[in-house]
């Protein structure tokens, strides 16, 4: 059965999978061993837990369920089956269904040539893997958090003096992007060993949830980073 129209990010989806034949009749004498994942293979979430069909039919308790943490509309969710190759078993999928942000929680900082990861968590052994085992508990922080991309890849770095540009963008606890009109700071700090003065802190207004700032620093020294804040939200180094 298909999850409810909206869903809201990090939330466990309640699913129901049945068995059924070409006409769509249950069929209660067979038991495959079925898993509940994204039907995009590009989501960031936590799958459900594996289950065997019993009586033509399963349903995933809260424990067992789904996370979905990219916020967006067209999610969908598909009941894998995880018998051998070969089986007759066709996968299903449930009707689309929208992933909703939540409040303004976090900033995400972005340098040239990196762009925002809606859902993406901060994983050190595995940062690219969009997926968790079910009954993982994901730490959305660190410098992975809500981006990819690697910094100034196109254009190589700055020279002292030459301007660049800062993107900061309002999220969500697990870094979807969210309007916002909040007043944004963007810092940079100091390297050890840096000399001379720099460029002094910026605020600007956040209009639907994003603004850009321009920056040029004049010490030429590796080990530069400039941190977003905005009131009480944490503070995001880039």
């Known amino acids: 059965s298909s999850p409810p129209s909206v869903?809201?990010?990090?939330?466990?989806?309640g699913v129901k999978v049945h068995l059924v034949d070409t006409l769509w009749n249950t069929v209660d004498d067979s038991t495959p061993t079925v898993r509940v994942e994204s039907n995009d293979?590009?989501?960031?979430?936590?799958?459900?837990?594996?289950?065997?069909?019993?009586?033509g039919y399963s349903q995933w308790t809260s424990g067992e369920r789904?996370?979905?943490?990219?916020?967006?509309?067209?999610?969908?969710?598909?009941?894998?089956?995880m018998d051998a190759p070969g089986s007759t078993y066709t996968d299903g999928v449930?009707?689309?269904?929208?992933?909703?942000?939540?409040?303004?929680?976090?900033?995400?900082?972005?340098?040239?040539?990196?762009?925002?990861?809606?859902?993406?968590?901060?994983?050190?052994?595995?940062?690219?893997r969009p997926v968790?085992?079910?009954?993982?508990?994901?730490?959305?922080?660190?410098?992975?958090?809500?981006?990819?991309?690697?910094?100034?890849?196109?254009?190589?770095s700055p020279k002292a003096g030459e301007p660049?540009?800062?993107?900061?963008v309002a999220a969500d606890s697990y870094w979807n992007p969210v309007s916002s009109d909040t007043a944004v700071t963007l810092t940079p700090?100091?390297?050890?060993?840096?000399?001379?003065?720099?460029?002094?802190?910026?605020?600007?207004?956040?209009?639907?949830?994003?603004?850009?700032?321009?920056?040029?620093?004049?010490?030429a020294v590796s080990g530069w980073k400039l941190q977003a804040t905005a009131g009480a939200l944490p503070a995001y180094d880039t």
């Open 66 to 81: 789904i996370k979905l943490y990219n916020a967006r509309p067209q999610a969908a969710l598909r009941a894998k089956n």
């Open 7 to 13: 869903q809201n990010a990090g939330t466990a989806i």
């Open 41 to 55: 293979p590009a989501d960031y979430t936590v799958l459900g837990a594996t289950k065997v069909l019993s009586g």
């Open 189 to 219: 700090v100091k390297p050890a060993g840096a000399a001379g003065d720099i460029t002094q802190p910026r605020t600007q207004q956040l209009l639907a949830g994003t603004t850009q700032f321009t920056y040029s620093l004049r010490a």
């Open 94 to 128: 449930s009707s689309t269904f929208t992933v909703n942000a939540g409040s303004p929680a976090r900033l995400i900082a972005l340098l040239p040539d990196q762009t925002p990861a809606a859902g993406r968590w901060h994983s050190p052994a595995a940062p690219n």
């Open 164 to 168: 660049f540009t800062v993107t900061v």
């Open 132 to 156: 968790a085992p079910n009954g993982t508990s994901l730490a959305f922080d660190g410098l992975e958090g809500g981006k990819t991309g690697t910094a100034f890849s196109s254009s190589g």
